[in-house]
């Protein structure tokens, strides 16, 4: 699985029922056609994750169709998880 492009938005909540910040990333993702998780027409991952202190974690995730933006009952194996959070911790320490 390799991110081809990213978006980064930190999501505000007016409320402050939430503690510390949260972002949201939508990853264009560019799988191998023989991955369970290939999809024709490609695939995004929205992510949130969570931050408070210095404290980061992947908070939830979404697969999405891009031909048609349904969303997709996958799940991240481990590494994968991992290599996300890592991702989204480098793109949050420098505000890109």
């Known amino acids: 699985m390799d991110i081809l492009a990213y978006t980064m938005e930190e999501i505000l909540d007016p409320t402050n029922i939430i ?3 949260r972002f949201e990333f939508l990853l264009d993702i560019e799988v ?3 991955d369970e998780l290939y999809t024709e027409g490609g695939l995004e991952i929205r992510a949130i994750i969570a ?3 210095s404290e980061i974690s992947l908070a ?3 697969f999405i169709a891009k031909a048609n933006e349904k969303l997709l009952d996958f799940a991240l194996e481990d ?3 991992e290599m996300i959070l890592t991702f989204c911790k480098e793109h ?5």
């Open 79 to 81: 590494d994968e998880e």
């Open 51 to 53: 931050k408070k202190d």
């Open 19 to 21: 503690e510390g910040e």
């Open 32 to 34: 191998d056609e023989d």
């Open 92 to 96: 949050i320490a420098t505000g890109e």
């Open 60 to 62: 939830n995730y979404f």
